[in-house]
Structures are given as C-alpha cells and as structure tokens.
C-alpha cells in the first residue's frame, strides 16, 4: 500500500477555510462567495479523496458513505432554526466545510495507525462533524454572518416574558356580534394606567376620546416617509457634548420602528404567541398600554416578530402585523375601533418574509401592501375599498407622491414600481427592473422618481426615472441607472442634488444629476439612517447598535462621531424627535437625549 497523499487535501482544505470562514468574516458582503467557496472546496476535497489520495477503496468509498448517512441521521436532530436557514440548506453548507476539516484532520492524525484505530479515528471524527449542529441554534443573520447560540440558552424574548409574567393584565375582551371571519379579534388590550379597551368591531371612536395635536412623527420613516428630520440641529462634537441615555428597556423581538406622539411613543413586537401594539412613555420607557393578537410570526433570516411600524393620524394608530392583522386602535387607550384580516381580504399567502408594509394614511383611506398587492381600506370603519394589481411578494411599503399635480401611490413590487390611484387603486403607470425591493422609492427636488432593485445577495442599483403625464396618459422615461449606490436592506436619503446611503455595509454618496458615485466609507452592517438636513448629517444607525454621525456633503466621507448605542443585532429605523433619539432592536430600546444647538 503506497502512502496516503496527504498535502493536496490540506491544500485544498486551507482554500476552503479561507473562503468560507476569514473571507466572511473579513468582508461581511462577500457571504453568498464565502458559501460558493465551502460547497465548491467540498467538492474538491471529494475528488482529492476519492481518486487521489491514495486511501484504500474501503475507505474511500465508505467514509463518504458515512458522511452521506451521518447528515441524514442529523437532519431530524436540529433544532428548527438550523432546519429552516436559508431556506433549508443552512445546515449543509455549514457541514460541509465542517465534514472536509473532519475529514483531512483525522487522515492526518491516523495515517501511521494500524488500520482499526485508524478507522475509528475518522468514523468518529465525521460523526462529531455532523452531531455537534445539534447543540446550536440559528438566531439569523447579523452583519453578513449567521448567529449562532447554544440550544439550551434562553433567548431575549423567553428572558423578557419571564418578566413580564408579573405584570397586570386585563381579560379579553368578547369578540364583536355577528363579526365577519374577516375581522380579527383581539385577545387583549391591557390598559396599564386607566381604563380599559373597547371590543373589536366599534365603528368608531368614543365620545370625549383621546384626540391629540398632529403627531411629531407619525410613523415609518417620518412624517414623507424619507428619513428626513427637519429644524432640528444637534451638537456634533460627542467627545464633549456625548448622548445622554434617559432609559432603556427590553423590548420582544420585532423590526418596527417608532412613531411618537407628544409623550407616548407607538411600536410592535411580539411576546411569545402573540402580536403585540404596544404604548409607552418617552420620557421614561414605561408601558401605557398593550393590544395583543393570538398570532405569531416567524422565519429564519429575522426570526420572530412583526416587521411593519405604526402610523397615527386623527387619534388613531394603524399597525399591520406579520400575519395580515390590521388593527385601528385609539391612540390614548388602545381600545380597538375596528380590525381587518389584510391577508383574507385580498386572498393574499403570509410571504416569507411576513407582511412588511407599515401603513400609510391619504384623506379618509388607509393603504397597506399584502406583500405584493396594495388595498385600500376606509380610515373611519374599516371597510375594504380597493384592492390593486396584483404583483410578487415584496418588503417595501406604500409610498404618497404628487407627479404632475397628481397624487398617486407608489410601490416597488417585483418585477416593476407601480403606481396606483388613492381614491380606487387603479394603475396608473408602472416600469419593469427585473429583481426585487425592500427599501423605499425617493423623489428628487425636480419631481422625479429613484427606485433601487436587488436580489437575494444584494443591492443592483439606483435609477432615476422622469414621469410625465400627458393627452395619451402616462409616460415613464429612465435618465440613468447607477451601480455607485446599491441599496439593499437599508434605505437612502435624498439632500442638496445628492443621496446618501448603504452600499451593502458601506456608506455612499451619489450625484443624482448622473448617478455617479462621489465617494464611500465607513463600515455600518445593514444598518439605518436619517438625515438632519438643517445642518447636513446623517444619524447612522448601524447594525452592531452603535451611534455614528456622518458628513452629508459630496466632496468626501467624513465621520463626525460614533458611540455605542443599544445592544444586539439592530435593522430597525431610529427616531429623532426634537433632541430625543429613540432607538431600538430586536431585544432593547432605549431613548437618548442629545445636545441641540
């Protein structure tokens, strides 16, 4: 018997490692390369062992065999996360690389053993290889990686309802009469300082309610849904004038961010099997009410937890959650004026990724998007108006624009941007860019349109598109498409001809008179931003939690500041009201209080 050939395995091994494992690390963006470079250096290792290493055939053959039958036998071992990442093939191309260090290590480590113990050194080396997934569980993905945490430890959310077992509740409230399938019924609303809920299905607001001034920030990404704060100019220099933190909290998982009313703050999570609408103090954190849903989302890549914001107008709060429950509810008790099933009503499938559009209120309609399809609702009771084309599944929500004097509601809905008419959904207009859209459309200061474009690696671009109405109705003309800004899971501003944001993790600055790039820098993750366009800075949110300010100017990227925030993976959008910036993730928020000028 000849010599094991041992070195081409090594070789190859450490290629393998270097792409899969340091290449991700080094550079988060490069994730979907990293997996291609673990599958395809498996492949390698297969070849080198199978025809050029020398082993005998028994053992060729039959440790490959026992690689096959060991990730078979695991598979029903795992915990869901892992079974369910990636939309199932997780678990593989984490054991690959795995199985291939397993088995060119115990090669190595047994090739001068007599021929039993040499056997079992690789027999237990794979089986090792494959058994040890059953001790972990996938908590998604954070700045280009999977989160992995031992199975056996508690999570935030079960940390947060063992506290949360000691709080008041209140009994639920008995469903409406004669209410439709339709309509949801809600299991609670625990009114935590006065009062109590009303049943679901009031056809409005009780006499004497809560009906407060116009909200500062009535919901997802402010008041245009652009990320801009207005007539706010903060100080700059944190070494000296740092942000202050008022209070933080625990909070359920959940991607929503903040809408704010004078003293109250609006938001969702989820805790445990239900949905939750929740109400809270801004000056100190604590709950004022909570509505709750017998519902529970949850999928691998964000886990658990409602993705949309809320958004008030007229007293009221609007929240759609994961499932397709829209909900309004008063904003001062949370008692429920009327709920809807989106998902029934538009006979809508839950996406993968849940039902993401926060609503959007225009005159006497609320509008949210069914994934793909956006429906049109009656602001005061709740009856269904419209329903629009009908497109595939998307993560963006709808967006209010005037074009040509007329205003219309966009959405990015793969594989176009379409617009519909407020009063009854119809199209209007819409363009075609293969891909799909998570973030939001933007308007120039001339009146056109940026739209962005991805796919499940990452950003394609930005594109400018003119519309003009004219005598044979609309038309959509593309100026320019840019690769210098790719918007992916993180949205952009627009300020001064320029828009700033997230190249994958990066930040970058494009002209929008040519789309062309005028620089890049700084490492955020997936992070999130607002622009304070009074004094030109963005207020970076980044994914890791921490606190950045950046320069919004086109001659180069400048960092101003950046200080640790909250802890924890961190997409939700941040909220800045005045000098407080509220924040928070899928575990914590808390409120700051920063130094104006």
Not at 107 to 118: K, M
Not at 202 to 231: C, H, M, N, Q, T
Request: glycine share 12%; hydrophobic share 45%.
């Amino acid at each position: 018997m000849k010599p094991l050939r041992l070195w081409p395995g090594v070789v190859l091994l450490i290629v393998q490692w270097l792409l899969w494992f340091v290449l991700a690390a080094v550079v988060p963006e490069a994730l979907m390369v990293a997996f291609a470079g673990g599958a395809i250096g498996g492949l390698a290792i297969v070849i080198w062992w199978v025809f050029f290493s020398r082993a005998l055939w028994s053992e060729r053959l039959g440790f490959i065999l026992l690689m096959v039958v060991a990730v078979i036998a695991t598979w029903p071992l795992l915990d869901r996360s892992i079974q369910a990442g990636l939309g199932g093939v997780l678990f593989y191309l984490y054991v690959i690389p795995c199985l291939c260090l397993a088995l060119v290590a115990a090669a190595a480590a047994g090739r001068r053993l007599s021929t039993g113990p040499r056997r079992a050194t690789m027999a237990a080396a794979i089986l090792i290889a494959c058994g040890v997934w059953t001790l972990f569980r996938a908590e998604g993905f954070r700045v280009g990686s999977v989160q992995l945490a031992w199975r056996w430890t508690t999570t935030a959310e079960e940390r947060l309802l063992a506290q949360a077992a000691e709080m008041p509740t209140a009994p639920a409230p008995a469903p409406a009469a004669g209410a439709s399938p339709d309509v949801a019924a809600p299991v609670a609303t625990d009114r935590l300082r006065q009062g109590s809920g009303e049943s679901s299905g009031s056809a409005g607001l009780k006499p004497g309610g809560y009906v407060p001034p116009a909200p500062e920030w009535p919901g997802f990404r402010g008041p245009l849904r652009d990320g801009i704060v207005r007539g706010v100019r903060i100080e700059t220099d944190w070494a000296k004038s740092p942000p202050v933190e008022i209070w933080r909290r625990p909070i359920g998982p959940g991607w929503s961010s903040f809408a704010v009313q004078g003293d109250l703050l609006y938001t969702q999570e989820q805790r445990g099997d239900v949905e939750i609408v929740a109400c809270y103090r801004v000056a100190t954190g604590k709950p004022v009410w909570m509505h709750r849903d017998a519902t529970r989302f949850w999928e691998s890549f964000g886990g658990a937890g409602p993705r949309a914001t809320p958004t008030l107008s007229h007293g009221r709060v609007y929240a759609f959650g994961a499932t397709g429950i829209l909900n309004a509810l008063d904003a001062g008790t949370g008692a429920v004026v009327w709920s809807r099933n989106v998902a029934s009503d538009t006979s809508s499938e839950v996406p993968t990724w849940g039902f993401t559009s926060s609503p959007l209120v225009f005159d006497d309609l609320v509008i949210v998007a069914a994934s793909g399809t956006m429906a049109g609702y009656d602001l005061a009771t709740g009856k269904p108006r419209w329903v629009g084309p009908r497109h595939d599944e998307n993560y963006s929500s709808p967006h209010l624009a005037t074009i040509d004097g007329v205003a219309q509601i966009l959405h990015l809905s793969p594989p176009s941007v379409v617009s519909v008419a407020p009063a009854d959904g119809a199209l209007l207009w819409e363009h075609a860019w293969a891909g799909g859209a998570i973030v939001q459309p933007a308007l120039t200061a001339e009146g056109d349109i940026l739209i962005n474009a991805g796919t499940p690696t990452g950003g394609l671009g930005i594109r400018r598109l003119n519309v003009k109405r004219g005598s044979d109705g609309w038309t959509v003309t593309e100026r320019w498409t840019s690769n210098g800004l790719k918007p992916y899971f993180s949205d952009f501003a627009v300020h001064k001809g320029h828009a700033y944001g997230f190249d994958g993790s990066i930040l970058s600055s494009i002209d929008l008179s040519d789309g062309k790039r005028k620089w890049k820098g700084g490492r955020y993750g997936e992070g999130q931003l607002v622009l304070l366009a009074d004094q030109d800075v963005l207020l970076v949110l980044a994914e890791e939690g921490e606190l950045a300010l950046v320069s919004a100017t086109p001659d180069k990227f400048t960092e101003l500041a950046r200080v640790p925030g909250i802890d924890g993976k961190t997409w939700n959008h941040p909220v800045l009201v005045g000098n407080i910036l509220l924040v928070r993730n899928g575990e914590e928020m808390a409120a700051f209080r920063l130094t104006t000028k």
